[in-house]
């Protein structure tokens, strides 16, 4: 796939103004994408669950200007001018300017909130950044009435990638591969593309639970933290494994082995820990209640022959994950013996969902 088919060609319409609005999910990774390289290129595939309750919705107000030498926006996040949010969004304006010249066309008004509460460690900018590719993607539309739906998600996705790598798994769902790989149909590093293969009923309305252990500040920017893959002593061995982990996971994912499933989820979130431990400079993200959490949840799947696991992201947080059939109990475990290790007792939950949504 080249990058030729994502620039845009005409427009058969003239629009002065357009007000759109798009709610777009965060995802948790089961193979982690950690490293890159420019622009925005993975060293290894990735395949995420897309979440549900946790989205971010965005407004973006589109009003015709003189050609501008780069783009002017304002923005707004939960009712308030927020402007240190503003040099990331303008280096991805700058970045997609080439496919979308549009952006310097318009003056915009971005507003934006998130389902989940503020610095609660939970990662936004896989939700933002794919929410203002869609909004992009819908003014895209208004200019050139020919795009197919199926063409939209692509190039959404492909922007949302040079956004933040992750929001490029946020378009669609139910699970979302990023990265090209030989067992995965259609896969390329420039977008996210569907996991391509029936998923096993067991793997449906996958639910995830986000215990919230530590909502401060993330201590490793996702740009620093890939960058700690450069020159690290594991790096090559790690890329090579997450690739197989994927292949192995596309499997289980059609043949339903949970237990295989927990094996691989949980060995690649601690895998990613791994890499941050080893690098230099190092960093430990797990805090004690993240440990806290992990052991109870072993001991929990032990003494109950139960399919719960966890996953992690670059943080302290503990995503739970378990099937559908197991979240009675599994939700009263969770509020009566794991609530606790979170700060002031919180945490969401979420299950599998279907990607963006107009609103
Ligand atoms: C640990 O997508 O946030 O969540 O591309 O620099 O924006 P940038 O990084 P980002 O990295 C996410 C890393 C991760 C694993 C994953 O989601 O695959």
């Not at 009712?79 to 990331?88: A, I, L, M, R, S």
């Not at 190092?282 to 052991?295: C, G, Q, R, V």
């Not at 794991?338 to 949504?357: E, H, P, R, T």
Request: aromatic share 10%.
């Amino acid at each position: 796939m080249n990058t030729s088919e994502f620039k845009f060609q005409t427009s058969d319409k003239k629009v002065e103004n357009l007000s759109v609005t798009w709610q777009t999910p965060s995802n948790i990774a089961l193979v982690k994408y950690w490293g890159k390289s420019e622009p925005q290129i993975p060293k290894n595939a990735s395949i995420s669950f897309t979440l549900n309750n946790c989205h971010t919705t965005t407004k973006i107000e589109f009003t015709k200007s003189q050609s501008m030498p780069q783009a002017e926006f304002e923005l707004f996040f939960e009712g308030k001018k927020k402007d240190d949010f503003k040099p990331k969004i303008a280096k991805f304006f700058k970045r997609v300017q080439e496919y979308c010249p549009y952006v310097l066309d318009y003056k915009m008004t971005i507003s934006s909130e998130n389902s989940f509460p503020h610095s609660s460690g939970i990662a936004s900018s896989a939700s933002g950044m794919s929410a203002i590719a869609m909004c992009l993607m819908s003014l895209e539309k208004e200019l050139n009435s020919n795009l197919t739906d199926e063409y939209i998600n692509k190039k959404a996705s492909f922007l949302a990638r040079l956004g933040s790598g992750s929001a490029s798994r946020s378009i669609e769902g139910p699970l979302v591969v990023w990265g090209n790989h030989p067992e995965i149909e259609n896969s390329s590093d420039l977008l996210g593309v569907k996991f391509p293969y029936k998923i096993h009923p067991i793997f449906e309305n996958y639910q995830d639970t986000i215990l919230l252990v530590d909502k401060g500040e993330k201590q490793v920017s996702s740009t620093v933290g890939h960058n700690l893959m450069h020159n690290h002593p594991y790096a090559e061995s790690r890329f090579i494994q997450a690739n197989e982990n994927l292949k192995k996971l596309s499997e289980i994912l059609q043949n339903g082995d949970i237990k295989a499933f927990i094996n691989l989820v949980e060995s690649e979130a601690l895998t990613l820990h791994a890499m941050m431990l080893t690098s230099n400079p190092y960093f430990i993200l797990m805090k004690p209640n993240t440990l806290e959490i992990i052991n109870k949840i072993w001991e929990y799947r032990e003494e109950n022959n139960s399919n719960i696991c966890f996953t992690l992201d670059a943080g302290a947080n503990v995503h739970v994950l378990y099937p559908d059939s197991e979240k009675e109990d599994i939700n009263e475990f969770i509020k009566s013996k794991l609530a606790d290790f979170c700060q002031k007792n919180q945490y969401i939950c979420d299950s599998v969902g279907f990607g963006a949504k107009p609103l």
